[in-house]
Structure formats: C-alpha cells, structure tokens
C-alpha cells in the first residue's frame, strides 16, 4: 500500500503506547463540565469530561517542572455498554482528582493525546494525603478523592466520610483469628446480656399479674384454680422459676 508523507502508522496501532499516571487537582478540570442544565451548548466552557493528567515517565514528581494546568487534556474510554452520548445513551466517570489512571496515545508516538482506558484501585490500607500537588502535597502519591484544592467549589465544601481518610493496617493471619474471636465472644455477651435483660422483665411481669390476680381471686391454701387464664400464668411462672 503506497502511503503519502501524512501517513501516521501510530493511529492504526502499530505503535501503541502506554502510559499511568494521576488525575491532577480538580480545579485544572472540573469546568469542563457544566454543573447545571444549560440552553446554549456554546455555554458550556469545556468538552466534557476530560481529565488534566501527569504521566509517569513524561512529567515530573515536582510542579515545578510542569504545573498542573499545564498537563495535556485525556479523555475517557468508555464500555459499549455505556453508550457514546447519541440519543441520551451515556454513562458518567467516577474518576476523581489523585485517581491513579492508565491509558494510551491515540497520536501513537507524538504522545499528545492520551486516552484514559481505566482506574486502579485504592483500600484502605493505602496512605492518602489530603492535599493535593497544588496545594502542598506531592504528585504520584496517595491523594484523597476529598483533598484540599487549589480553587474552592465555590460555597461548598464536600464533608469527608471517616471511611475515605480511614488507614487499617494490615495484620497477621494469627491476629485476624484472635480479632474474628474476640469480636464472636462480645457477640455472644451481648445477645446473652439481651436475654437476661428479656427474661428479667418477662418475669417482672408475670409478677405483677400474679400479684393483681391474688387481689382479684384470693390466694387461700387449698382454693381450686379453674380460670384458663390464670392456670396459664402459673404455669409460666413455674417454668420461669425452674
């Protein structure tokens, strides 16, 4: 096949270039999206959601070298079960500012348009910091989905689940039994402590009803007992006693 000097094998695929590296702080990003409905679609400042990201390898830990506002535009790769926008069929990124990302170049090797294909994962026992790398913390680590921006959202201030800033360090199989035991027994503790705590009142109660029915039909040595009711009651306060 003759090709002319415009020819870009890179955008066939044969040269695919990978790349990681992390979701930059939010104010570089955010406006690109519209957080209301909008009339005019000139209103709109950005082209959805695309994401300002620092790629390892090709911009550096410090923002003194590139900053933040600075880095390229990537745009996300959607499932097909998303849909691609047309006819109300979409899907919405859950990507967040520190999310690690990994992608590719849809440029091959001129690598100035990178194209986010998915996001690794975090858990709990992950150190996040709460700043951003524009506002004290550093690039490629850690970052929490809440950190502190560079630009506030304006009045509002996101509140900070315990569970997102939350560290559980990991520990040995011999503990994890010993914690799964300790937690069984205060289990059965409390469930027992549930049961004396129903049993106490039950019998309280039946107290009070015998003592009301002794009023009512007496309580001499040798009476006959024949109503259901209260044969019913004595025999649950025996059952109780015993």
Do not use: C
């Not at 996300?76 to 170049?105: C, D, E």
């Not at 996040?128 to 490629?140: A, D, I, V």
């Not at 900070?160 to 520990?171: C, E, L, N, Q, Y």
């Amino acid at each position: 096949m003759e090709v002319g000097s415009l020819f870009n094998s890179g955008i066939l695929g044969q040269s695919f270039n990978w790349w990681i590296g992390q979701i930059a702080d939010d104010s570089t990003w955010r406006e690109n999206v519209n957080s209301g409905k909008f009339e005019d679609k000139e209103a709109v400042p950005g082209w959805g959601y695309r994401y300002k990201v620092s790629i390892m390898g090709m911009h550096g830990q410090s923002i003194d070298t590139i900053k933040s506002e600075e880095l390229p535009f990537a745009t996300v790769m959607y499932p097909i079960t998303s849909g691609g926008g047309q006819a109300g069929a979409f899907a919405t990124p859950a990507l967040r500012q520190g999310n690690v990302v990994f992608g590719f170049f849809m440029d091959g090797g001129q690598e100035q348009v990178p194209v986010i294909m998915g996001v690794m994962g975090n858990n709990l026992q992950t150190p996040l910091q709460t700043k951003t790398e524009e506002t004290g913390g550093l690039r490629y680590a850690g970052t929490s989905g809440y950190a502190e921006s560079k630009k506030p959202k304006k009045e509002a201030k996101e509140t900070v689940p315990d569970a997102d800033m939350g560290i559980s360090k990991p520990t040995s199989k011999e503990e994890g039994i010993e914690k799964a035991a300790l937690g069984a027994m205060g289990d059965l503790v409390n469930q027992a402590s549930n049961l004396s705590s129903a049993a106490s009142s039950s019998l309280s109660q039946l107290r009070a009803a015998t003592a009301a029915r002794n009023n009512t039909l007496g309580n001499r040595v040798g009476d006959l007992v024949t109503d259901p009711d209260a044969l019913a009651e004595l025999a649950a306060e025996r059952r109780i006693g015993g």
